[in-house]
Nanobody, 116 residues
């Protein structure tokens, strides 16, 4: 079965860093576009970062540019989100998404809380 599993969330102080990981199985990882989304309490889910297939480009929400970095390791079927200089407004549940043509798969999410 197709699975997407996130990990790495937690509680961090403003200015701190976290690295989220997303491990996928059940499909050919290198052929999927991978993205990170987040959803804060009472708000809609928003796109944070996207990385294309092998040799593809990356894109970021304006609110995280210069602070977050998305990367992928196709040999490990894993996508990462390195988050630096974290702010309280980054607090949300972060979701990993795998997309190919008309197919999309979501993980269960991992909580990131930025607070002093």
């Amino acid at each position: 079965q197709v699975q997407v599993v996130e990990s790495g969330g937690g509680l961090v102080q403003p200015g701190g860093s976290l690295r989220l990981s997303c491990v996928v199985s059940g499909f050919t990882f290198s052929t999927y576009v991978m993205s990170w989304y987040r959803q804060a309490p009472g708000k809609e889910r928003e796109l944070v970062a996207t990385i294309a297939r092998v040799g593809g480009s990356t894109d970021y929400a304006d609110s995280v540019k210069g602070r977050f970095t998305i990367s992928r390791d196709n040999a490990k079927n894993t996508v990462y989100l390195q988050m630096n200089s974290l702010k309280p407004e980054d607090t949300a549940v972060y979701y990993c998404n795998a997309r190919k043509s008309l197919s999309t798969t979501w993980g269960q999410g991992t909580q990131v809380t930025v607070s002093s």
